[in-house]
């Protein structure tokens, strides 16, 4: 099922929602729905927050660990010689 917004007006607003909180409009929506939704006493189905933590952190956890890209000390990138001057 698809959900248009012939409101050019909400959908600006959807828009620079998404940009505010760095997601997409999709989310806003769901979350905004979601929402109102539960404050009307509505059953949402969402699996509780501490489950979807877990899953995202089983996620993170399996991420490759990432080596840093420079291997220089800080001191050596900033360029300061044993005085603290460049």
């Known amino acids: ?45 969402e699996r509780p927050l501490r489950e979807r933590l877990k899953e995202l952190a089983s996620e993170v956890d399996a991420l490759p660990a990432r080596v840093p890209a420079d291997r220089r000390t800080a001191e050596e990138i900033v360029g300061y010689d044993d005085r603290g001057q460049w």
Do not use: W, Y
């Open 1 to 45: 099922m698809s959900i248009v917004i012939d409101d050019p007006r909400l959908e600006q607003l959807a828009q620079q929602l998404a940009a505010a909180e760095g997601t997409t409009v999709e989310r806003v929506v769901r979350e905004s729905l979601l929402s109102r939704a539960g404050r009307r006493g509505l059953n949402v189905h």
